[in-house]
C-alpha cells in the first residue's frame, strides 16, 4: 500500500509524517483532542485531562455539576453526602470519618476541627448574643442568661415552621394574655443544630440573637421577610468579622440564597443598611 504517489507504505508514512500524541508520542489513528494546541490521544486525553467525578474518578463526559468549591461530580452523585456546615461533597473515605454522631452530623475533614459539641458549648451565652448585636450598634440589654441547647438537625426541624426549613436554629417564646391582654412573655431559650462547624455554629446563634432583639423589642409579629431579613443581617455582620473560607462561603451563600424570606429579606435589609446604616434599619422596623 502507498500513499499519494510516494514510495511509503502506510506505516512507514505514519511513522515518519503522522500526527503524534504529546504524551505518549505513538502516532495517533482515529479520534483526538487538542490540549493547548498539541494533539493528545483518545486514550491519554481520558487518562490525564478529562475532569473526573470527586466519588467515583469517573471520566466527565459532556455536562456535568460542579459546585462552589470546584468539585465536579456525575449524574449519579451529584446528590451526594454534603458537609453540613460547608457543603462539600465528601469522597467516600471522608464522610466515614468520625464526626459528632450524637447529632448526626457530618462534617468535612476541614471542618471537623473546633466543631461545637456540648463542651464547646459552655462558652456560650448572652455575652455572645450582646457581641453579635454590637455589629449593628445595638444593645442585647439586660436580661435573664438565655438557655442555649444542641439538638439533631431532624429534632429543631419539627420544632421549625414552614418558613424556616434548613436555617439550623430556633428561638422558643413564650407569650400568656388574658381575655386577649399580653400578661407576660418568656424566651425560653435557643436551640441549635450540634456538631456544626464553630464559624457556622456562631452564624446561626447570631441569628437567633436577632430574634430574641427583636421579640424584647415587641417586633417580632413584624412581616417575616422583615424579621428573617433582620436576623440574616445579624449573621452576615458577626460573619463579617471572620476572613475565614468558610465564613466566606457563608456570606456567599447568604447573598446567591434565592428564598424570598430568607435570600430577598436579607439583601433588602443590608441595602438599607449599607446606604442608611442602622437608622434606616429600625425605621424598616418600625423603631
Same mark, same amino acid.
Given at each position: 500500500?502507498?500513499?499519494?504517489?510516494?514510495?511509503?507504505?502506510?506505516?512507514?508514512?505514519?511513522?515518519?509524517?503522522?500526527?503524534?500524541?504529546?504524551?505518549?508520542?505513538?502516532?495517533?489513528?482515529? &479520534? $483526538?483532542?487538542?490540549?493547548?494546541? /498539541?494533539?493528545?490521544?483518545? #486514550?491519554?486525553?481520558?487518562?490525564?485531562?478529562?475532569?473526573?467525578?470527586?466519588?467515583?474518578?469517573?471520566?466527565?463526559?459532556?455536562?456535568?455539576?460542579?459546585?462552589?468549591?470546584?468539585?465536579? &461530580?456525575?449524574?449519579?452523585?451529584?446528590?451526594?453526602?454534603?458537609?453540613? @456546615?460547608?457543603?462539600?461533597?465528601?469522597?467516600?473515605?471522608?464522610?466515614?470519618?468520625?464526626?459528632?454522631?450524637?447529632?448526626?452530623?457530618?462534617?468535612?475533614?476541614?471542618?471537623?476541627?473546633?466543631?461545637?459539641?456540648?463542651?464547646?458549648?459552655?462558652?456560650?451565652?448572652? %455575652?455572645? =448574643?450582646? #457581641?453579635?448585636?454590637?455589629?449593628?450598634?445595638?444593645?442585647?440589654?439586660?436580661?435573664?442568661?438565655?438557655?442555649?441547647?444542641?439538638?439533631?438537625? &431532624?429534632?429543631?426541624?419539627?420544632?421549625?415552621?414552614?418558613?424556616?426549613? =434548613? +436555617?439550623?436554629?430556633?428561638?422558643?417564646?413564650?407569650?400568656?394574655?388574658?381575655?386577649?391582654?399580653?400578661?407576660?412573655? %418568656?424566651? /425560653?431559650?435557643?436551640?441549635?443544630? =450540634?456538631?456544626?462547624?464553630?464559624?457556622?455554629?456562631?452564624?446561626?446563634?447570631?441569628?437567633?440573637?436577632?430574634?430574641?432583639?427583636?421579640?424584647?423589642?415587641?417586633?417580632?409579629?413584624?412581616?417575616?421577610?422583615? +424579621?428573617?431579613?433582620?436576623?440574616?443581617?445579624?449573621? $452576615?455582620?458577626?460573619?463579617?468579622?471572620?476572613?475565614? @473560607?468558610?465564613?466566606?462561603?457563608?456570606? @456567599? #451563600?447568604?447573598?446567591?440564597? @434565592?428564598?424570598?424570606? $430568607?435570600?430577598?429579606?436579607? #439583601?433588602?435589609?443590608?441595602?438599607?443598611?449599607?446606604?442608611?446604616?442602622?437608622?434606616?434599619?429600625?425605621?424598616?422596623?418600625?423603631?
Amino acid at each position: 500500500m502507498e500513499r499519494s504517489g510516494l514510495g511509503y507504505h502506510a506505516e512507514c508514512y505514519d511513522a515518519k509524517f503522522g500526527l503524534r500524541c504529546r504524551v505518549c508520542q505513538e502516532v495517533i489513528r482515529g &479520534a $483526538y483532542h487538542l490540549h493547548e494546541g /498539541q494533539p493528545i490521544c483518545e #486514550r491519554d486525553y481520558q487518562t490525564n485531562f478529562v475532569p473526573r467525578c470527586y466519588y467515583c474518578d469517573e471520566p466527565l463526559i459532556g455536562t456535568f455539576k460542579i459546585n462552589a468549591h470546584g468539585q465536579k &461530580a456525575c449524574r449519579r452523585h451529584e446528590q451526594g453526602v454534603r458537609c453540613a @456546615s460547608c457543603e462539600r461533597w465528601l469522597d467516600p473515605q471522608e464522610w466515614r470519618l468520625p464526626a459528632l454522631t450524637t447529632y448526626g452530623t457530618v462534617l468535612c475533614r476541614h471542618c471537623q476541627h473546633g466543631a461545637v459539641g456540648e463542651h464547646e458549648l459552655l462558652a456560650y451565652d448572652n %455575652t455572645f =448574643g450582646a #457581641r453579635a448585636l454590637q455589629e449593628l450598634g445595638l444593645e442585647l440589654g439586660a436580661g435573664a442568661q438565655i438557655p442555649i441547647r444542641l439538638d439533631t438537625a &431532624a429534632a429543631v426541624e419539627a420544632l421549625e415552621g414552614p418558613l424556616d426549613k =434548613g +436555617v439550623h436554629g430556633l428561638t422558643l417564646t413564650h407569650v400568656t394574655s388574658l381575655q386577649g391582654v399580653e400578661t407576660g412573655r %418568656t424566651i /425560653q431559650g435557643i436551640v441549635v443544630v =450540634g456538631g456544626l462547624a464553630r464559624a457556622h455554629f456562631e452564624a446561626i446563634l447570631a441569628h437567633e440573637f436577632g430574634h430574641v432583639w427583636l421579640f424584647r423589642k415587641r417586633l417580632e409579629q413584624r412581616p417575616p421577610i422583615l +424579621v428573617e431579613g433582620f436576623c440574616e443581617l445579624v449573621r $452576615y455582620r458577626w460573619l463579617a468579622r471572620d476572613a475565614s @473560607s468558610l465564613a466566606l462561603g457563608l456570606q @456567599s #451563600r447568604m447573598m446567591e440564597n @434565592s428564598t424570598p424570606i $430568607y435570600g430577598d429579606g436579607f #439583601r433588602q435589609m443590608k441595602a438599607i443598611w449599607d446606604q442608611t446604616g442602622i437608622r434606616g434599619v429600625l425605621n424598616t422596623l418600625g423603631l
